[in-house]
Antibody
């Protein structure tokens, strides 16, 4: 089973772009949907979007205008960029995987999460 | 506001059976699988139920899921102190595009 590890700055200034990377180990990045999910402090989960290993993407309609998810198969990594951030984007950000061949298992592997705070 | 609706809290005593409900619509629960996640304090969510009522290997059979129409529920029997956690339901929604939606979460307290 793959393992996921998020990385990136823990502090981002308002109006700037949040950038995070998820490194995949223990397996190939192929044949999976790779998602980003976030959780504001004390609140519930919000799906941000996913990328298929081939590069096709799908985003949450509420965040679509600010989100870009990309994949680097040579590094077994995928990344999240969220532009024009505000304090409302402060959250724990998780990456997660969904096997495209067994899509009905859902997002069954998650990273441990990384905390991002938006503040000047 | 979450797309799926869950009660904010639930409670039970050790050994009891508790259920957590999740209400949605025809574009999510009504036409797609339901998933349940358990989130222990300070940890990442863990998949508890997939495809409405299936348990991943390692999940005790005390946990069970069901779905009817646009609603779903998670049942926990033989409640244990370690079950105290937040529980989230999730489903695909295909109203605008195909995307994941979650419930607001239910905090389960074992009294």
């Amino acid at each position: 089973q793959v393992q996921l590890q998020e990385s990136g700055p823990g502090l981002v200034k308002p109006s700037e772009t949040l950038s995070l990377t998820c490194t995949v180990s223990g397996g190939s990045i192929s044949s999976y949907y790779w998602s980003w999910i976030r959780q504001p402090p004390g609140k519930g989960l919000e799906w941000i979007g996913y990328i298929y290993y081939s590069g096709s993407t799908n985003y949450n309609p509420s965040l679509k205008s600010r989100v870009t998810i990309s994949v680097d198969t040579s590094k077994n990594q995928f990344s999240l960029k969220l532009s024009s951030v505000t304090a409302a984007d402060t959250a724990v950000y998780y990456c997660a995987s969904q096997d495209a061949n067994y899509y009905y298992y859902g997002m069954d592997v998650w990273g441990q999460g990384t905390t991002v705070t938006v503040s000047s | 506001q979450s797309v799926l609706t869950q009660p904010p809290s639930a409670s039970g005593t050790p050994g009891q059976r508790v259920t957590i409900s999740c209400s949605g619509s025809s574009s999510n629960i009504g036409s797609n699988y339901v998933y349940w996640y358990q989130q222990l304090p300070g940890t990442a969510p863990k998949l508890l139920i997939y495809r409405n009522n299936q348990r991943p290997s390692g999940v005790p059979d005390r946990f069970s899921g069901s779905k009817s129409g646009t609603s779903a529920s998670l049942a926990i029997s033989g409640l244990r102190s370690e079950d105290e956690a937040d529980y989230y339901c999730a489903a695909w929604d295909d109203s605008l595009s195909v995307y994941w939606v979650f419930g607001g979460g239910t905090k389960l307290t074992v009294l």
